[in-house]
């Protein structure tokens, strides 16, 4: 028997266990334990029963996802749930923790299942790109109804225990110790002579679909999976099991699962499966750094960032104080606040008492001293840096010893800011996205200077907020404005150069970015953007740069707050405006850019991809990001890039960096040197052919 999963029997029972960490998953050894571990049992004479069990933190969270695009292993994963599910004798599988993808998968297989209250069952494999491809796209229309296995699988979303129970994908709960749960529920059906229940045995009860269901579950799920290759691939799948019988409908199934698991996007999606887990790792910040202990947490600024930043710590259940300069200030960050919440209520988000309970704990002062019990102070006033300074000298004087001091600063000098303090130590940036309350994202920059015990706290804090937290260094934009920065100069480029901006943003909607760039700068404020522009003291030295932002923000026009930017507005619509066409084509005349007769989708995507993607090589190369995948979480949490592009970095990849950089050499030929010339480092892992990703 494997290391991995062992064999044991107590009189008629055999326990089956498998003990893999961290999380049980379905690597080889595992399958082939498992493999072994069922014959031994087929061949048990006094075994009348098995229980499959976990050893540690979890029930078998799926298969191995480090295994996907490598050869695959025989015995594969549908082929050892087949033989399990074959068996003669009875199978129960004792759930606890999660059972996800291939771990339900291996349950679904098991003829009887039992789980502790708090386990979660789900086939999340959409969020990889993939589907559940070792006959669970079967077998949970089987179990549970067509419409709730789609629900479960087109959202990848796990559900509970109890949930399981009612739909009939549990059949015991067990409260208690889970063994012994699970050998009681045993012992009754070998005392009721109970026989191996199979799901592939079972037909799909179509009864309830009318003839157009498929086509009405596409049309409702189209908005949420717009761009994804693999839901569409489950909706087939579901199709197969209704209409084919279970054996030729598997085959589809396995032919439908190759297809999402060669597809780009579910390289991506895995991709950053990994890196959402890698930026949580800092090399030289030792795992076991003392972490302080924040049980009170300031704001300073009100405003709507304030606000949010503020909701996010009461939403952990930690309490909050708010500063603001005055009472009229402070009144309306609160009624923000308080209105925020509301709304959620009014979504059925959230009850009334818990409104309640968290708008309890956010209470707001004005003075500078009320702060000194705190243990972690973010200030959150607008971006300028003498203001900044000046608070920090404030926080300086009043904080308590070991307090951290945070900035949300979206671009400035961070070891500038820690210079006006005696204790550079303690400070660190702490750049939250708009709306602050529910952009995942949070770049953590480290100045020179910031201790190991500030970072990690700030890292395991990022955690208990439910951010993903990416750890930067100090530049101008840090690193997601320092990537978004050149993808709106190339925008409003093309705009001077006669592209209509519904047509850029168009083009950008459909490769899948959430907005269009100039959506995103009209939503933003391009009155903000010109303000960085003017404290972007390296920027480059061309009179062109956002020039078509300044102009509009001269008229007024400072975007969706004053209906009127790159768009006009009407609700939250844009809509184009030929003021914006005639201002940008003078403009061109005024700076003697060229009007381009014609401008194909590939290049929009080009210029506005392969310019952020070579600021990103420089950014890596500078030590700003520790690695490549970080760039890519910034950019897919803080910016609307769709997982399945993987982020800037691996969309490169994609494409090829001998592909990157020939399209750049072709651009720096037609604009010169100033911002096509590719970076050394993508350069050369092009010649070397490599690759961002490794
Ligand atoms: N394969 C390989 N490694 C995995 C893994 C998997 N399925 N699931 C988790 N890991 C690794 C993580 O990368 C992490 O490694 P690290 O410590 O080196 O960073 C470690 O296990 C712990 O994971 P988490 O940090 O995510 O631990 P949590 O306790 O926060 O979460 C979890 C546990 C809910 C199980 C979460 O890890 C998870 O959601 N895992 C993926 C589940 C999944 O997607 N399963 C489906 C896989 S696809 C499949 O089964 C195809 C099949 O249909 C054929």
């Not at 029997?9 to 080889?28: F, G, H, K, M, W």
């Not at 920027?539 to 956002?546: F, G, H, I, M, V």
């Amino acid at each position: 028997m494997s290391e991995v999963v062992t064999y044991k029997r107590e009189d008629q029972i055999a326990y089956i266990s498998v003990n893999n960490p961290p999380v049980n998953a379905l690597s080889l050894p595992v399958r082939q334990g498992l493999e072994a571990a069922f014959t031994k049992f087929a061949n048990d004479n006094e075994a009348k029963a098995a229980i499959l069990i976990c050893e540690g933190r979890t029930w078998i969270a799926g298969a191995d996802i480090t295994e996907f695009g490598k050869p695959p292993e025989d015995p594969w994963l549908p082929k050892v749930i087949h033989q399990m599910e074959a068996n003669e004798k009875i199978i129960v599988a004792a759930i606890h923790g999660t059972a996800l993808g291939g771990g339900f998968e291996t349950a679904m297989g098991c003829h009887y299942r039992c789980a502790v209250p708090s386990a979660k069952l789900g086939l999340p494999e959409v969020t990889l790109g993939l589907l559940a491809g070792a006959t669970g796209t079967q077998r949970l229309p089987r179990l549970i109804g067509v419409k709730r296995a789609l629900d479960a699988m087109i959202s990848g979303a796990p559900f509970s225990a109890s949930n399981g129970l009612e739909w009939g994908a549990v059949d015991e709960i067990v409260d208690g110790d889970l063994r012994d749960g699970a050998t009681q529920f045993t012992k009754k059906l070998l005392a009721a002579n109970a026989k191996p229940r199979r799901i592939s045995d079972e037909e799909v009860d179509g009864l309830e679909l009318n003839e157009h269901f498929f086509n009405e579950y596409r049309n409702g799920m189209a908005k949420k999976t717009r761009g994804f290759f693999a839901p569409e691939q489950i909706v087939k799948c579901v199709e197969a099991a209704v209409s084919l019988p279970y054996k030729e409908a598997v085959e589809r199934e396995g032919e439908l699962f190759m297809e999402c698991m060669m597809s780009s996007h579910s390289v991506a999606q895995r991709h950053l499966f990994f890196a959402d887990r890698a930026c949580a790792k800092v090399d030289d910040v030792p795992k076991d750094t003392p972490l302080r202990d924040i049980k009170k947490v300031a704001v300073i600024g009100g405003g709507t960032m304030g606000g949010g930043i503020a909701m996010n710590f009461a939403n952990a259940g930690i309490p909050v104080v708010l500063k603001e300069i005055n009472q009229e200030a402070l009144d309306r960050g609160l009624e923000i606040i308080r209105s925020n919440y509301n709304a959620t209520v009014t979504k059925g988000r959230m009850s009334a008492e818990q409104m309640d309970q968290r708008v309890g704990i956010i209470s707001g002062v004005l003075d500078y001293d009320d702060l000194s019990d705190c243990d972690l102070i973010v200030e959150a006033v607008f971006e300028n840096m003498a203001l900044k300074k000046e608070i920090f000298g404030e926080l300086d004087r009043i904080a308590k010893p070991g307090a951290i001091l945070a900035s949300n600063t979206s671009t400035l000098d961070i070891d500038e800011i820690a210079a006006s303090t005696n204790r550079p130590e303690d400070v660190i940036g702490w750049h939250f996205f708009a709306p602050a309350n529910v952009m995942t994202l949070l770049e953590l920059v480290r100045g020179a200077k910031t201790s190991h015990e500030v970072i990690a706290t700030s890292m395991a804090m990022a955690k208990t907020i439910k951010k993903i937290a990416v750890l930067v260094g100090v530049c101008f934009g840090f690193v997601g404005n320092r990537i978004f920065f050149p993808y709106v100069r190339e925008a409003q480029q093309m705009i001077l150069e006669g592209v209509p901006p519904e047509r850029i943003d168009q083009v950008a909607f459909e490769w899948g970015m959430a907005m269009g760039p100039n959506g995103v700068s009209d939503l933003s404020g391009l009155d903000v953007l010109d303000k960085v522009k003017s404290e972007w003291l390296d920027r480059p030295d061309d009179p062109a740069l956002w020039a078509v932002g300044t102009k509009l923000v001269e008229l007024g026009r400072l975007g969706q707050k004053t209906k009127a930017g790159i768009f006009n507005y009407a609700g939250r619509t844009a809509v184009p405006d030929q003021v914006v066409a005639d201002l940008a084509k003078s403009e061109a005349t005024r700076l003697g850019i060229q009007q381009l007769s014609e401008v194909s989708d590939e290049e929009i995507i080009e210029r506005l991809m392969f310019s952020m993607i070579n600021e990103g090589a420089l950014i890596l190369e500078e030590g700003i990001a520790m690695r490549s995948s970080d760039i890519d979480v910034v950019f897919v949490h803080g910016y609307g890039m769709p997982r399945y592009r993987g982020g800037p970095m691996r969309y490169a990849d994609t494409v090829g960096l001998s592909n990157v950089v020939a399209a750049m050499e072709k651009y720096r030929e037609r604009y010169g040197d100033m911002y096509w010339t590719p970076a050394p480092l993508l350069k050369r892992l092009a010649e070397e052919g490599g690759s961002f990703s490794g």
